[in-house]
């Protein structure tokens, strides 16, 4: 059993003492022990300090084994490990997030969420992570994670991502350099498929990396997407999610605050 400083330290001075103390005192003193582990958490809600509930989910949906732990009302996260082996897939993609999930008439969502309509979307999002400890060799970006769709729609039609940050990432074949809103991002865009679902999947990647945003505005990025033909404008929407996607490793990452105004 690997002892704390502090049992340590008790230990010794109880050891050097024994002959003073009564038997119930040394008793005490052999069963202390050090403080137990964080607890892996699993899918729970809590209330940001923007006022708004998120969803706080470590979504294993590829494999993954994240074990993480929440910051509460800053509705961020620390990822206490994830260890799976890599597939060359996303294996997690531990988030904090609000709006709807299981679309159509099973939906579940948020409290308080109502989704907006992609045409004039006026959503502004202020977010950072922390690197931690997490090793030169894992691979990872930092995204948002944004669902479309009609507004009864069993399954989303459209997945926009917004990269922020990544590591070993390579840039998608086929990227091109887009500048929206006065931002550089690489842009790719193409049909992915999930059992019977198929949607579009568009990728908005940062070309200049980092840790944090302030008060972005969203609505260019969908606006421009709109534009493109990749985004019907009549559709809602259904979900907003900021995390990471984990392909390798992720320990000690960290999403220290999530807000997000739709």
Not at 110 to 127: E, M, N, R
Not at 134 to 140: N, S, Y
Not at 222 to 249: H, M, T
Request: glycine share 10%; hydrophobic share 35%.
């Amino acid at each position: 059993m690997k002892l704390s400083k502090w049992a340590l330290k008790i230990r010794i001075i109880g050891a050097s003492v024994a002959l003073a103390l009564p038997l119930v005192t040394l008793i005490n003193i052999a069963l202390v022990q050090p403080v137990a582990a964080a607890t892996c958490e699993t899918t729970h809600t809590v209330v940001g300090a923007d006022g708004r509930t998120y969803s706080v989910n470590p979504d294993n949906w590829g494999g993954g084994n994240t074990c993480f732990t929440d910051y509460g009302s800053q509705a961020g996260f620390s990822i206490l490990s994830q260890n799976a082996t890599p597939t060359g897939n996303v294996l997690a993609y531990p988030n904090s997030g609000e709006g709807c999930s299981d679309w159509g008439v099973d939906a579940t969502c948020t409290a308080g969420w109502v989704s907006p309509k992609a045409k004039g979307l006026a959503a502004t999002q202020t977010t950072s992570m922390s690197l931690g400890s997490d090793a030169a060799t894992d691979k990872w970006d930092y995204s948002d994670d944004l669902w479309f769709g009609t507004s009864t729609a069993v399954h989303p039609n459209t997945e926009l991502m917004i990269f922020f940050n990544e590591q070993n990432l390579p840039v998608h074949t086929g990227a091109v350099e887009v500048t929206v809103d006065n931002t550089k991002y690489w842009y790719t865009t193409y049909t992915t498929t999930s059992g019977s679902n198929s949607w579009t999947y568009v990728q908005y990647r940062l070309v200049t990396p980092k840790l944090s945003v302030t008060n972005k505005t969203i609505g260019p990025v969908v606006a421009d997407a709109i534009k493109r033909g990749v985004l019907p404008s009549s559709d809602y929407l259904l979900n907003a999610s900021c995390g990471f996607e984990l392909w390798q490793g992720g320990t000690g990452l960290r999403l220290n605050s999530e807000s997000f105004k739709p």
